[in-house]
């Protein structure tokens, strides 16, 4: 496990690099500012996911570990590929890619909140905050900044227009990459955890039915149709396991049991993402005009 970190990283801030490229950053100051979005989007994830959260922990066995890994991911909203498989759901993903900094620090303010609530303050101080911090400098600010610096090179030059175009397919496979990359370095990890790993993934299986019509309800109820309502349905239904693991691997014990119980998670979010991919569209052919 000690060559996780350096394995993913570097992975996980490409994958937000070529992300980050494929929206317009010009646009983005514009987009965080349409609070109109903004306001649902921050509520579905900080009030009504942790409502349907603190639910479903209820019936969480009662090993402090096990809780502290479940909570810990399915009360953090993804800041990464939310946003590859949102576009390919037909939400706006822009407006999603815009939010990523309020959802990155909001998230981090409110998680010791959050796990102090449901799991007491002894859990919550084991969660440590320099984690959060690294993932905002190191895979937030420089991939967008290395992408606005690509799409202004685009902007004035043919060899910039190139790059950029290469750099234009390259999303989904970047995603792959981080997904095997996290699979590849845990799995070993899930033998070992065998039984914490089973007991949890009827618990992912039941949020990734509920959240997305948990965020879908929320979106409607404040007025988004379209785009920005399915935006809301993708951010409260997956979750930022990929950027909370260096988080769970500071807390002290945590291998075998907290990186399995997040991969798991992964893998369960995988294979809803593609029938939200499907699913989440039809909702928004659905909603009246």
Known sequence: ??????????ALAFMLFVTFLQVPLADLGRAFTRWRFMAPLLAANFLAIP???GALSQFLPVDPLIRLGVLLVLLTPCIDYVVTFAH????DAKLLLAATPALLLLQMALLPVYLALLLGEEAARLVQISPFLHAFVWLIAAPLALAGFVQLWAGRTASGVRAASVLGVLPVPATALVLFVVVAAVVPQLGLARAAVLTVVPFYVAFALLAPIVGWWVARLAGLQGGEARGVAF??????SLVVLPLALAVPDAVPVLPAIIVAQTLVELVSELVYVRAIPRLGKAAPA
């Open 1 to 10: 496990m000690a060559t996780l970190d350096l394995a993913i990283n570097p």
């Open 51 to 53: 409502l349907l959260v």
């Open 88 to 91: 390919l759901g037909r939400a």
């Open 235 to 240: 951010s409260a239904a997956t979750r930022n």
